[in-house]
């Protein structure tokens, strides 16, 4: 491991100082980036992210991915967690927080709308960042591959009924082009380019399996510098919002850290009890606990306003993701010796 990954951590953390002071600073500078955006989604954090993801995608070795069939249970948990567990336990925990325990803190009106906002966060499982998660487990792959693209598949028929079920409202509509241009970005597009370039290393080498791990060992640096300068960006975007309103910063993560945490410890001995190997188990249990933010950023701006609390909330989950599931990495990483090895 180099060290890159073995201070990864501190890297982070030192991303976040270093994005919020630039954010303080020179907030023209990150307004005019924030400005490269279509459809919610910021193109130059999409270029970073799809850096990220491209050598991941190298690694999928598409004749492989028919076996997995043969270990149909992590998909099936995974599929379980997202849309049978996670968007409840969110709106259960939201509503204990807000209209319990923060509720003599915070505007019942307020409140409502912080609410709407980690609902949505609950009800959009994570389709890029999850790739990232997996490779820092060492996880397969191509198993990786097909729970992302299944969760894909689910979230175009049941986003919009389980967000309109739990907000209470009948007009969610879907941002179809938030949702197919992150997909094609972060999906589509980098797994053509991986399989281009896995073709070009296996047919160039005559040692094709030591030529991928070169290749991959070689991109990892570039890898932590995409992950780390996303960072510096989403923390800069919200320079402002951090500093003026830390209170409210603060009682919206809570939430989500207890959701997290919680869906994570769910599928972890879940995970357990049904023996998954550590490389399916992994990505299993980080898939379900990160989030689509793009997508739930998206639509609490067309259902509630630019300014409002319930996008607030989601750009919390933003800032919240990266250090907390980095730390769950960590954790599965640390026990990985609790998991069957096949």
Known sequence: ??????????????????????????????????????????????????????????????????????????????????????????ALVGWLFFKGIFADFIEPETANEYLAGVILLGVAPCTAMVFI???????????????????????????APIAALLLGVTDIIVPWQTLLLSVGLYVIA????????????????????????NFDQNMKPWSIV???????LLFGFQAEVLLSRPLDIAMIATPLLVQTYGVFAITFIIALLIKLPHRIAAPACLIGTSNFFELAVAVAISLFGLQSGAALATVVGVLVEVPVMLSLVWFANKTKHWFASS
């Open 1 to 90: 491991m180099g060290v890159f990954e073995r201070f990864l951590s501190a890297w982070v953390a030192l991303a976040i100082i270093a994005g919020t002071a630039l954010g303080s600073f020179f907030p023209s500078v990150f307004e005019w980036l924030s400005a490269f955006e279509f459809a919610q989604v910021n193109l130059i954090i999409a270029v970073l992210i799809w850096l990220m993801i491209y050598p991941v995608m190298v690694q999928v070795n598409f004749a492989a991915i028919t076996q997995i069939a043969k270990e149909p249970k992590g998909l099936i948990l995974t599929v379980i967690i997202n849309w049978l567990v996670k968007p409840f336990t969110m």
């Open 133 to 159: 998660w997996s490779q820092l487990t060492k996880g397969d792959a191509n198993y990786t591959l097909v729970q992302v693209s299944v969760n894909d598949i689910i979230m175009i028929f049941a986003f």
């Open 190 to 213: 980098p797994l053509i380019a991986g399989f281009i370039t896995r073709q070009y290393i296996t047919r160039s080498n005559s040692d094709s399996d030591k030529a991928l791990a």
């Open 226 to 232: 995409g992950l780390l300068l996303t960072v510096v």
